[in-house]
């Protein structure tokens, strides 16, 4: 083998490992995406509770506030329409309190949707990286090899000839 023969094959080779580690890191990339993303989800998740925890203190506070408004003012809290403005404000509470966790539930799964395909895209561009690895160490083999005589030409396949449809066999059109 002559130098230049070595010298493509060294070159080649510095370009397929290139490609391999590219294809590696675009892995190891998209899974760090993806565990960025995770991250951000999970601390919505936990914001989210704080908030409906807020929620619900406020919530609290209120019902006292109209507690307090009501007993001061010389009727009993328990009943009738002072009951029905404490039903009414938590009821308002509950809504804002699902309205907050279908918000945070719809944030962590757009989150986490991204982060799939961050992993998703990662893993793309690895296995273009590895084909292309492999296309390159196969155009060095296949152009050195012919460049040496490694491969044998196939033999020569006749010319087609001609049939007669009378000798055809029985069925045949």
Do not use: C
Request: hydrophobic share 45%; proline share 3%; charged share 15%.
């Amino acid at each position: 083998m002559d130098i230049g023969t070595m010298l493509l094959i060294g070159g080649v080779g510095l370009r397929a490992g290139a490609n391999i580690y590219g294809g590696y890191s675009s892995i190891k990339q998209g899974k760090y995406q993806q565990d960025i993303l995770q991250y951000q989800a999970d601390y919505l998740a936990v914001a989210g509770k704080i908030g409906e925890e807020r929620l619900r203190r406020q919530l609290r506070q209120i019902v006292g506030a109209q507690r307090a408004a009501t007993a001061a003012a010389g009727f009993q809290a328990d009943s009738g329409t002072p009951l029905e403005l404490q039903i009414a404000s938590e009821m308002e509470a509950d809504i804002d309190i699902a309205l907050l966790r279908q918000a945070g539930s719809m944030d962590q799964l757009r989150l986490s949707l991204q982060g799939a395909a961050a992993r998703a895209e990662g893993y793309g561009l690895a296995s273009g990286m590895f084909f292309s690895a492999g296309a390159a160490g196969l155009d060095t083999l296949l152009s050195q090899g012919a460049r040496h005589g490694w491969f044998k030409p196939a033999k020569k396949i006749p010319a087609a000839t001609t049939y007669n449809a009378a000798s055809w066999p029985q069925g045949v059109p």
